[in-house]
């Protein structure tokens, strides 16, 4: 079974000089489960949220590692 998902939405906030936080949510692909993600961004990644990009989540109740893509 794939551990990958694409997230169903990502908001980033204000980026300032150490980085931003993003409301990020998805639903899990092992247990259907929806997870509301509150994640900090480092400012050296800024760069790579502008594009596409995946990050790995803990699924809040399966407790599975996630690989999340966001597009
Ligand atoms: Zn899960």
Redesign the pocket.
């Known amino acids: 079974m794939s551990n990958r998902t694409i997230a169903k939405s990502f908001k980033a906030g204000d980026r300032d000089d150490t980085g931003l936080f993003a409301d990020l949510d998805f639903i899990?692909p092992?247990?259907d489960?929806e997870n509301s993600k509150f994640i900090l961004i480092g400012a050296k990644n800024f760069d790579k949220i502008d594009g596409d990009f995946e990050t790995d989540q803990e699924?809040d109740?399966?407790m599975?590692e996630?690989i999340v893509e966001c597009r």
Do not use: A, H, P
Request: net charge positive.
């Open positions: 899990c092992l247990c489960f699924c109740y399966c599975k996630i």
